[in-house]
């Protein structure tokens, strides 16, 4: 709480922060990585604050003290109880029964829940009911980084807020200032692997994303001049996410038939696979390329899916096709 608003959200914090009146339930939606959960952090602590000012909440009464401890009795925070797993019917159950119970500091409660999109069809339907006969002083603040995939009739009882997205400068800014140290050219590769999303890109960097993309390109090199095997790269491939490795070579595919179309080197964004890409492009069919393309994308949603997968046997799929594309057949 001590940082200030993010620069692309002031207008949305003037635009809530200022009202007297507040919905029962805001769903403040958009894509992930953008800073929505710090947003919903921040009003949560401007509603339960008891000395609020525009700027936010003032971190020195009760009320932002018992919050800063994580003890204030009315707020709760819902979440799924492992990273990417579904929130529960019974998770749902025990918020209801906080949504009817008195507030105890004798102001507002507050909820926050993310992904709303998270809650199963049972757990969507256990809160709804609360959210039509709304109790006492509560404010809802649901998180959604997907809101297409919620139910309608949620969405309707919301008051569905937008959050903005950065633009490409607000968000180098950003990442300028959160990691001053790293030179301007890997801020700008870190943003685009997370698709402008400049949280996103702080978090790429804490998983190492720069140095695993390093790894991986020099391993295709390797593959091509055949001082690896597929298998072999499979195997040492062993401690990267698959979803960052099918986005990635989803993303190559794509340029090599880009190249071959164009006839240039369309790798915007990929710069440091240009060379290879271009390479691939002369070398390869289209209609390799193509089959290799369907192929990942059909597997990426498996991967997405988080389908119970062999990876190095997935991997050495995808490698043994990769190092088959140059050649006449
Ligand atoms: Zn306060």
Redesign the pocket.
Known sequence: MADGILAWQAGLWQLLAGRQQHAHAYLLHGPAGIGKRDFAERLMALLL????SLEG?????R??QLLAAQTHPDHYILEPEEVDKAIRVDQVRDLVDFITQTAQLGGRKVVLLEPAEAMNINAANALLKSLEEPAGNTVLLLVSHQPSRLLPTLKSRCVQQACPLPERQQSLDWLSAKLPDLPERSREELLALAAGSPLAALQLHGAGALQMRAQVIEGIKQLHKQQQSPSQLAEGWNALPLPLLFDWFCQWAHLILCCQMAGDAAAAGAADMHKVVQYLAQKSSPAKVLALQEWLLAHRQKVLGKANLNRVLLLEALLVQWASLPGSR
């Not at 604050?49 to 609020?52: H, I, L, N």
């Not at 909440?57 to 009464?61: L, P, T, V």
Request: glycine fraction near 18%; charge should be positive; aromatic fraction near 0%.
């Open positions: 604050c008891q000395r609020p909440a003032c971190g020195a009464c009320g932002c």
